[in-house]
């Protein structure tokens, strides 16, 4: 009677690729418990499954996952790994002070507040500050990551989610941000990307902050409340880049094709160490910029227009707040040989126009992709949005936008819209007057 083992190595491979995998955007696909306990029937398996497992690891900032880095980095398993997932969270002694300050405030239980505190942070405070003060953190990541020889994707993440407890949910988004700007993201930074530059490894895949791809939202909100809940910017790390570093830079990621960002909202960005940062990687050819809210922070026309980026192929742009049209359709037209596919969600300019950047990019572009989705805004005033209904009739559809870019249609969705609401005037009050006689349905 035949049985899976029957099967040869390859289809038994993409077998156990349906049990648990990680693409290069860090998105995981299935349960890696599953693929262990497979390795567990026999042998055969547990070779086959071996190389799965170890292919994309994920790191945690504390004594264990530096015990665990640094055993993996010692054994055969090191050659299998080729993506890895720094995860840090920060108890640092500035940090410290501040939760000790904030932590309970106007809380309702007192006492839970204060054990969380007790057992929980400051356990991990001591243990950051041993690891630092010995240098053995930068020790082993020196040591280990060099062994990694087939790494070809980082990502580096600040993270609350799975390992603090209800603790950190007590606190404002707003006020997350002083862990964000914790010099512990900065100081990782370096040691990994001092330890890539000194080895023979070609990392073509950086993610610095969580970014989130959904593209099934149906408003900003969605988006917006995905973003703000514990995975905070890499604010240190983006404050941290400077020109004297520019030759580490191009030295670490000599191979990097594939480079997405998270920035703050309302904490100053150094766009000219990010600008120096980013032209470094010669071969890029995909940029992501994901604000992690929308607002007040903007990409600078000098940020914009200082980007040079000979091979860049793919350009995503989420929730992002641009100083002015123009500098987004010089960038556009200075890099229109190269660009293939372009992402934007829920943009807003200061000054300028969307329809005037519609219309340029289906001048200057030809594009094999284009998403377009969300709404977009100049001076907080929306100007258009993808699948717009007013009064309960559909004014664009979700691709008007593309299409009319892509040179699939002539119709200009802006025309559509004003010829809707000359026909239609929207309510001054806004939708919810349709539900209260509304003449227009």
Not at 71 to 92: E, K, M, T
Not at 187 to 203: K, N
Not at 317 to 341: N, P
Not at 430 to 440: A, I, N, R, S
Request: proline fraction near 3%; include cysteine.
């Amino acid at each position: 009677m035949a049985t899976i083992l029957h099967l040869p190595d390859e289809i038994l491979l993409k077998i156990f690729d349906f049990l648990y995998y990680v693409d290069d955007n860090f998105k995981i696909y299935g349960n890696k418990n599953d693929l262990l306990a497979s390795r567990l029937v026999c042998k055969r398996l547990a070779t086959i499954g071996k190389r799965l497992s170890f292919e994309h690891i994920t790191f945690i900032n504390d004594i264990k996952g530096y015990k665990r880095l640094l055993i993996l980095s010692q054994s055969p398993a090191a050659n299998n790994v080729r993506r890895l997932s720094c995860y840090f969270q920060a108890f640092d002694t500035v940090t410290t002070e501040y939760v000790d300050r904030v932590f309970g405030w106007g809380h309702f239980d007192m006492q839970k507040v204060h054990e969380m505190y007790e057992l929980q942070y400051l356990p991990r405070n001591r243990q950051q500050t041993r690891l630092q003060a010995r240098g053995l953190d930068m020790g082993v990541l020196n040591k280990a990551i060099p062994s990694f020889e087939r790494l070809r994707a980082v990502n580096i993440m600040q993270d609350f989610s799975d390992r603090y407890g209800d603790m950190f949910q007590i606190l404002d988004p707003h006020l997350r941000a002083t862990f964000a700007c914790s010099p512990l993201g900065q100081r990782l930074f370096e040691a990994i990307t001092g330890a890539i530059s000194d080895s023979q490894i070609g990392i073509e895949v950086l993610q610095l902050g969580h970014i989130e791809d959904n593209k099934h939202f149906h408003d900003a909100s969605v988006l917006h409340k995905l973003n703000r809940i514990y995975q905070p910017p890499m604010i240190s790390i983006i404050q941290g880049f400077t020109i004297t570093r520019r030759g580490l830079y191009q030295q670490a990621f000599r191979r990097l094709r594939r480079l997405r960002i998270r920035l703050p909202l309302k904490v100053d960005s150094n766009y000219n160490g990010l600008s120096t940062f980013i032209q470094s990687a010669l071969l890029l050819e995909e940029l992501w910029i994901q604000f992690n809210y929308q607002g007040e922070q903007a990409l600078t026309s000098n940020f914009v227009r200082s980007l040079k980026l000979s091979r860049l192929r793919i350009l995503r742009l989420d929730l992002v707040l641009i100083e002015d049209s123009l500098c987004l359709i010089d960038f556009l037209g200075k890099h229109a040989t190269s660009l293939k596919i372009i992402s934007f969600r829920e943009l807003e300019l200061k000054t300028g126009s969307w329809e005037t950047v519609f219309i340029e990019m289906k001048k200057l572009l030809t594009l094999s992709s284009v998403y377009i989705r969300g709404a977009f805004e100049t001076r907080k005033v929306m100007e258009i949005k993808s699948g717009l209904t007013e009064h309960g009739r559909t004014v664009l559809s979700d691709e008007a936008i593309e299409d009319f870019i892509q040179c699939k249609t002539d119709d200009n969705p802006f025309d559509l819209l004003r010829s809707a609401r000359r026909d239609f005037p929207p309510h001054s009050g806004g939708d919810w007057q349709c539900w209260d006689g509304c003449p227009y349905r």
